[in-house]
């Protein structure tokens, strides 16, 4: 069977290499396509030319209707081919999106290793599907229907490694690979459907890899490709007990030293409430450089709303132990929820102040398929829109109009995938890696002016955020030509701040590209001494 499998490739598409990798081993012939933005379409319907099946990698509800005017192309080219969905957003609508979308065979629901080879063992299309557990397919009268719930793979380590192929991602020379070391998540955010994925499929709801079996990817990555820093994308790489970590990291380390890892880097992420001193101390030995810290809000109010089960002194505690540790740190507020008011907004906006040393982002809480925030407001009446896209308004009008003038004035600048927030913030990521695997004066001086550079972009992104709020308090009626002289000031205000400092990140890569060009990456100054058996010292908790 010859089997096409299509989605977003920013970051090395883990959830299309981990299919790919379980369908090869199956005996199936399988590529893999890049579908990142809409004029991506034409390359994709090209490859597809010779493919059996074709897997859509629909992860994100942002991207739905590209997504269904895609299959709906495919379908129209080669009508004989079965087209199957999967991800996220097309596990929690499986069987909508199967009532209005013809063009879609079968939807996969959440993890699809097993299920996919199996569709892909049987595919042909008409054929009954009704014996393959965690799908949605059509029964004979053309109905949606969902299959019996296939339970989430217990032993990960059952599963190939991902599919590697292709050239490896470098930034700043180093070369990158990004890896899960667990699947699931320990926590249960309002606005994430996680939760919604477990009920519908069962087993457990996080399961952490053996720490052999990682190392043993890591080295295949380091060995073959040359592999330095090491990206977790894991949603939970730490659990909510040091005891725990320090066992885990016991087995990752003696691995690690076995099979010859040195002078790595490593990237996760981090629950404020897992920042633990002796834990994160560890991990730079071992070579962390950088951590996303899931933050969310500034408030007990907004935490709390977000079901972020977390304090507020808990994301300044490891802010500011990451400041001391030397560990690279960023983070994003959702400053915008349903019930944001202005007293919240000031007290993020603080916060951002307090906190503009390290890379930040704001944005706004969406409301997604499957997710507990929508069916809450689904429940109060509040949801506008259908399963490919839901809206909200803001109880408090003022901020409801603050969220609504943002989405125009900030999304070049905060919210575009290469808008100058997001650039700031990855140049801080290569000034990471810059000071860890480059020495020498240029390399200190681009790194100084990497961080005036990403401290001038925070404080013009807060303060424009603060005018703007500052305006809409002030003003009761939007239409007031004051209102709109002022709102067009702060717009070219914000277009000619962002103009100078796109051209200053410009200049700055340039300099990087530079130095990883003319520059070997050294062993790392941070020398790894081992510290094993570290369980024997940690008081459990």
Request: glycine residues 6%.
């Given at each position: 069977?010859?089997?096409?499998?299509?989605?977003?490739?920013?970051?090395?598409?883990?959830?299309?290499?981990?299919?790919?990798?379980?369908?090869?081993e199956a005996g199936h012939a399988v590529e893999l396509t890049r579908f990142n933005e809409r004029r991506d379409g034409p390359a994709v319907l090209d490859a597809?030319?010779?493919?059996?099946?074709?897997?859509?990698?629909?992860?994100?509800?942002?991207?739905?209707?590209?997504?269904?005017?895609?299959?709906?192309?495919?379908?129209?080219?080669?009508?004989?081919?079965?087209?199957?969905?999967?991800?996220?957003?097309?596990?929690?609508?499986?069987?909508?999106?199967?009532?209005?979308?013809?063009?879609?065979?079968?939807?996969?629901?959440?993890?699809?290793?097993?299920?996919?080879?199996?569709?892909?063992?049987?595919?042909?299309?008409?054929?009954?599907?009704?014996?393959?557990?965690?799908?949605?397919?059509?029964?004979?009268?053309?109905?949606?229907?969902?299959?019996?719930?296939?339970?989430?793979?217990?032993?990960?380590?059952?599963?190939?490694?991902?599919?590697?192929?292709?050239?490896?991602?470098?930034?700043?020379?180093?070369?990158?690979?990004?890896?899960?070391?667990?699947?699931?998540?320990?926590?249960?955010?309002?606005?994430?459907?996680?939760?919604?994925?477990?009920?519908?499929?069962?087993?457990?709801?996080?399961?952490?890899?053996?720490?052999?079996?990682?190392?043993?990817?890591?080295?295949?990555?380091?060995?073959?490709?040359?592999?330095?820093?090491?990206?977790?994308?894991?949603?939970?790489?730490?659990?909510?007990?040091?005891?725990?970590?320090?066992?885990?990291?016991?087995?990752?380390?003696?691995?690690?030293?076995?099979?010859?890892?040195?002078?790595?880097?490593?990237?996760?992420?981090?629950?404020?409430?897992?920042?633990?001193?002796?834990?994160?101390?560890?991990?730079?030995?071992?070579?962390?450089?950088?951590?996303?810290?899931?933050?969310?809000?500034?408030?007990?109010?907004?935490?709390?709303?977000?079901?972020?089960?977390?304090?507020?002194?808990?994301?300044?505690?490891?802010?500011?132990?990451?400041?001391?540790?030397?560990?690279?740190?960023?983070?994003?507020?959702?400053?915008?929820?349903?019930?944001?008011?202005v007293e919240s907004l000031d007290a993020d906006i603080a916060f951002m102040r307090q906190y503009n040393h390290f890379p930040l982002n704001f944005c706004c809480?969406?409301?997604?398929?499957?997710?507990?925030?929508?069916?809450?407001?689904?429940?109060?009446?509040?949801?506008?829109?259908?399963?490919?896209?839901?809206?909200?308004?803001?109880?408090?009008?003022?901020?409801?109009?603050?969220?609504?003038?943002?989405?125009?004035?900030?999304?070049?600048?905060?919210?575009?995938?290469?808008?100058?927030?997001?650039?700031?913030?990855?140049?801080?990521?290569?000034?990471?890696?810059?000071?860890?695997?480059?020495?020498?004066?240029?390399?200190?001086?681009?790194?100084?002016?990497?961080?005036?550079?990403?401290?001038?972009?925070?404080?013009?992104?807060?303060?424009?955020?603060?005018?703007?709020?500052?305006?809409?308090?002030?003003?009761?009626?939007?239409?007031?030509?004051?209102?709109?002289?002022?709102?067009?000031?702060?717009?070219?205000?914000?277009?000619?701040?962002?103009?100078?400092?796109?051209?200053?990140?410009?200049?700055?890569?340039?300099?990087?590209?530079?130095?990883?060009?003319?520059?070997?990456?050294?062993?790392?100054?941070?020398?790894?001494?081992?510290?094993?058996?570290?369980?024997?010292?940690?008081?459990?908790?």
């Amino acid at each position: 069977m010859k089997v096409l499998l299509v989605g977003p490739d920013f970051q090395e598409n883990l959830s299309t290499r981990y299919l790919s990798a379980s369908l090869v081993e199956a005996g199936h012939a399988v590529e893999l396509t890049r579908f990142n933005e809409r004029r991506d379409g034409p390359a994709v319907l090209d490859a597809a030319r010779n493919a059996d099946l074709i897997g859509l990698s629909m992860c994100f509800q942002a991207r739905a209707a590209e997504f269904i005017e895609l299959a709906e192309q495919l379908r129209a080219r080669y009508p004989e081919v079965m087209i199957v969905g999967g991800g996220h957003y097309a596990s929690c609508e499986a069987t909508t999106l199967l009532e209005h979308h013809s063009a879609i065979d079968l939807i996969v629901i959440r993890e699809g290793e097993r299920s996919l080879v199996e569709i892909a063992d049987l595919a042909t299309r008409g054929r009954d599907f009704s014996s393959i557990h965690g799908i949605a397919h059509r029964d004979s009268a053309g109905r949606p229907v969902l299959t019996a719930a296939r339970p989430a793979e217990d032993d990960l380590d059952e599963l190939p490694f991902p599919d590697r192929r292709g050239q490896e991602t470098r930034l700043a020379g180093i070369p990158t690979a990004y890896l899960m070391g667990s699947r699931g998540c320990l926590g249960d955010c309002g606005y994430c459907s996680i939760t919604t994925l477990h009920k519908m499929s069962g087993g457990q709801r996080f399961r952490q890899r053996d720490p052999e079996n990682i190392a043993l990817e890591m080295a295949e990555l380091y060995h073959q490709k040359g592999i330095r820093q090491f990206v977790f994308h894991d949603n939970n790489f730490l659990v909510p007990s040091a005891f725990r970590n320090h066992r885990r990291l016991d087995t990752l380390e003696r691995a690690i030293v076995r099979e010859g890892l040195t002078d790595i880097a490593l990237v996760l992420k981090l629950r404020p409430g897992d920042a633990d001193r002796d834990v994160l101390e560890r991990l730079k030995r071992m070579g962390l450089i950088r951590v996303f810290l899931g933050i969310g809000s500034s408030t007990a109010a907004g935490l709390g709303f977000l079901n972020r089960r977390q304090s507020v002194a808990e994301c300044k505690d490891a802010l500011d132990l990451c400041q001391e540790l030397g560990i690279s740190a960023h983070y994003t507020l959702l400053v915008f929820h349903p019930e944001t008011t202005v007293e919240s907004l000031d007290a993020d906006i603080a916060f951002m102040r307090q906190y503009n040393h390290f890379p930040l982002n704001f944005c706004c809480a969406e409301i997604y398929s499957g997710t507990p925030l929508l069916a809450a407001l689904q429940a109060q009446g509040r949801a506008r829109g259908n399963y490919l896209s839901w809206e909200y308004e803001i109880s408090d009008p003022t901020v409801n109009l603050i969220r609504n003038v943002s989405k125009r004035l900030f999304y070049q600048r905060c919210w575009s995938t290469t808008g100058l927030v997001q650039l700031s913030i990855g140049m801080d990521h290569l000034s990471t890696l810059l000071s860890h695997f480059y020495s020498g004066s240029a390399v200190d001086r681009v790194c100084d002016e990497i961080d005036l550079f990403g401290h001038e972009v925070n404080t013009d992104t807060i303060e424009l955020l603060d005018s703007l709020t500052t305006l809409c308090v002030r003003f009761d009626d939007p239409t007031a030509p004051a209102f709109l002289v002022r709102l067009r000031q702060l717009a070219e205000q914000e277009s000619a701040l962002r103009r100078r400092s796109m051209a200053v990140h410009g200049a700055l890569r340039q300099r990087i590209e530079a130095i990883a060009s003319h520059q070997e990456p050294r062993a790392s100054s941070q020398r790894w001494t081992p510290r094993l058996h570290q369980t024997a010292r940690v008081v459990a908790r």
